[in-house]
């Protein structure tokens, strides 16, 4: 992951970059997931991740995604993210499916 200090207007932000997907700081204890490659001013989320008093990331993520909503860390959510946008190991094997010969005509 590739971590940067500094935004576009000189103030110090928080962003964590790692491939697709980056992490941004938003304020002390809330950060967003965004697109990497999206400008500062026309971000869209797609996640919001509040880290509670008990040091708990919670995620809130902005489309219909088969992730959990508590992570360790906002870093952990992030990498959760793209390590589903990957995808799993691709194609499994058929399931055998067993052949019987056709039944027997009685006359």
Avoid: N
Wanted: aromatic share 6%; net charge negative; charged share 25%.
């Amino acid at each position: 992951m590739q971590r940067a200090h500094k935004s576009g207007d000189g103030s110090s932000s928080d962003r964590v970059v790692s491939g697709r997907f980056a992490l941004r700081r938003t304020a002390e204890q809330t950060w967003m997931i965004v697109h990497a490659r999206a400008p500062e001013f026309d971000v869209r989320p797609l996640a919001r991740i509040t880290v509670d008093d008990d040091d708990v990331a919670e995620v809130i993520w902005t489309a219909p995604l088969p992730l959990p909503v508590i992570y360790a860390t906002p870093q952990d959510a992030l990498e959760s993210l793209e390590a589903w946008e990957r995808g799993g190991e691709g194609a499994t094997k058929p399931i055998p499916i067993p052949h019987f010969p056709p039944l027997g005509r009685v006359s």
